[in-house]
């Protein structure tokens, strides 16, 4: 079982900054592929970025490329989302999830294919 905790989610002022992180007590990050996940009141969750297991290979939902940006701290075993320019339409909870395949890109963005979840951190973007 991996357990997944997010954080740094909260209100923020259209064209703001935030940067969200996910850690899992007790795993190593970069033996699972790793995504972050959004989902706005009345809509499906979407994939919003993925880095693959064992690499800094990174995929984007296409909107969010240039804004959004993925990584992954091998050393302090932490997951980042750092999102930029936000704007109304970012306002979601955001997830992070964890699989253990090795998943080919086409298959990234596919939140069927990840094992693990986190409770999810609220981000909110309005004047």
């Known amino acids: 079982q991996v357990q997944l905790f997010e954080s740094g989610g909260e209100w923020m002022q259209p064209g703001g900054s935030l940067r969200l992180s996910c850690v899992a007590p007790?795993?190593?990050?970069?033996?699972?592929?790793m995504a972050w996940f959004r989902q706005s009141p009345g809509k499906d969750r979407e994939f919003v970025a993925a880095i693959k297991r064992g690499s800094h290979m990174t995929s984007y939902k296409n909107s969010l490329k240039g804004r959004f940006t993925i990584s992954r701290d091998n050393a302090a075993n932490t997951l980042n989302l750092q999102m930029m320019r936000l704007t109304p339409d970012d306002t979601a909870v955001y997830y992070c999830?964890?699989?253990?395949?090795?998943?080919?890109?086409?298959?990234?963005?596919?939140?069927?294919?990840?094992?693990?979840w986190g409770q999810g951190t609220q981000v909110t973007v309005s004047a």
């Open positions: 999830a964890a699989s253990t395949r090795g998943l080919i890109t086409s298959s990234l963005a596919d939140d069927e294919q990840y094992d693990y």
């Open positions: 007790g795993r190593a990050l970069r033996d699972y592929t």
